[in-house]
């Protein structure tokens, strides 16, 4: 079904990729591009036990030079898992216009980041290729007076329900404390320690701005 949903203010979610244009409406802090990734099967399923760390930073086709190279040496099976970065790489550099970049490609045992928090940059697109995806909230969920002070999650989410959770695949741009004029998105890692789970997530920022 190819049509933009948006059931909470601040997110525009889509099956359509122009959905990911959105993120720059005022009024959204997150947009996701549901896809299906069936088709990525047999490359990832060897690589669910595999620990994965690739970094890059510079233009796309700098960043696309050392993941390939990285690919070629550790990951020689998985083509069409770097040909999917590399598409997914396109359609942020398209939706940011950004000229600089920085890429992480990793394997995750652990809840990472796992208070809901903001980041502080400007644009970071997500996507989880195995394991559950980011868990975000929608503006609904928040006490907005406990996310200016950072507070707790306790603190922070005020109607647990609304809690949300992309499904594996999905591309999320979301913004950050330094997107102009921007009330920055809260998301959280899903908690997958006590599971013993695993994740590859991509996680690639602008590079126009400090990041941490």
Known sequence: MLQTEYKYANAAISSEVKVLQDIHLKSKNIAIYQRDITSLGKALSHLINKTIECRAIGTTEEILFIVKDYFDKQLPNSTALYEDIAGVLSLFEGTTKASSFRLLLASINNNMCSRFHTDINDLRLLSTYIGPGTRWLPNEAVDQEASRARGHKQELVI??????????????????????????????????????????????????????
């Not at 998105?185 to 690639?204: A, C, D, F, K, V």
């Open 159 to 212: 109607h647990e329900q609304l809690i949300q959770q992309a499904s594996t695949g999905d591309v999320l741009i979301l913004k950050g404390a330094l997107y102009p004029d921007a009330n920055p998105i809260l998301h959280q890692s899903p908690p997958i320690e006590s599971t013993g789970e695993n994740r590859l997530l991509l996680r690639i920022d602008t590079d126009e701005f400090l990041n941490f």
